[in-house]
């Protein structure tokens, strides 16, 4: 199993950038997909998932209106849309996949594959 995960990067507050991901060595049809990060000192939290149809997802109240998680099983590929970026969203995104059909989960415990990461600062 392979991620490839890239667009992070230094932003201004109320800047956007897009996460990508390109995912191989499994069956997304079977998989929900999430997004994670970590802020130094800080636990890894979940900021996004998708469940494996598409028809669910899940955000936290510190992120919902401003993130998008979309998904392209066709080209195995992922993507976190971040608008209006706070300091607060500073740290380690990570690209994750969870063996879970009809819904996904936001807990790091669950998720079975993990990308390697990527920095996003968001700072003026």
């Known amino acids: 199993v392979q991620f490839v995960e890239s667009g992070g990067g230094l932003v201004q507050p109320g800047g956007s950038l897009t996460l990508s991901c390109v995912y191989s060595?499994?069956?997304?049809?079977?998989?929900?997909i999430g997004w994670f990060r970590q802020a130094p000192g800080k636990e890894r939290e979940g900021v996004s998932c998708?469940?494996?149809?598409?028809?669910?997802?899940y955000y936290p109240d510190s992120v919902k209106g401003r993130f998008t998680i979309s998904r392209d099983n066709f080209k195995n590929t992922m993507f976190l849309q971040m608008n209006n970026l706070k300091p607060e969203d500073t740290g380690v995104y990570y690209c994750?996949?969870?063996?879970?059909?009809?819904?996904?989960?936001?807990?790091?415990?669950?998720?079975?594959?993990w990308g390697q990461g990527t920095q996003v600062t968001v700072s003026s």
């Open positions: 994750a996949a969870e063996y879970r059909r009809l819904t996904c989960s936001t807990d790091p415990g669950s998720y079975d594959y």
């Open positions: 060595g499994f069956t997304p049809d079977y998989y929900a």
């Open positions: 998708i469940s494996n149809d598409d028809k669910i997802t």
